[in-house]
């Protein structure tokens, strides 16, 4: 048995939470924050046999794709603003740990 953890942008969760339930891959959602941009995410948890991480993997890796878009940066130093011009940065794609299970129990 492994653990699958899944940190994809939240703009991707919908799609990605239907692809599981196409698949029937059960999964829990679970809303995050963090990472450079500080925007929203979403973790999934998936309990899933070793023969089918492989699969689940495919189904995360089909349904978040990596995409560029632009950042307007802003750095304040006693009180002012700094603006510069827009920063594209890569966003997107899944952060995926893949751990073992020594014991599952479902109640």
């Known amino acids: 048995m492994k653990l699958i953890i899944a940190i994809v942008q939240k703009e991707d969760a919908g799609r990605l939470q239907g692809a599981f339930a196409k698949e029937g891959i059960r999964a829990t959602k679970l809303a995050t924050s963090g990472g450079f941009l500080s925007e ?6 998936i309990g899933i ?3 089918h991480v492989n699969q689940v993997l ?3 890796k089909e349904e978040s794709k990596g995409r560029e878009e632009y950042l307007n940066p802003s ?4 009180g ?3 603006s510069s011009q827009p920063v594209k940065v890569s966003v997107g794609g899944a952060t995926c740990f893949v751990l ?3 014991d599952f129990k479902q109640f």
Request: proline share 5%; no cysteine.
């Open 58 to 60: 495919r189904v995360i």
């Open 75 to 78: 750095i304040g130093l006693n």
């Open 40 to 45: 929203g995410n979403t973790t999934f948890l």
């Open 80 to 82: 002012f603003d700094l």
């Open 100 to 102: 073992p299970v020594e």
């Open 49 to 51: 046999d070793e023969k």
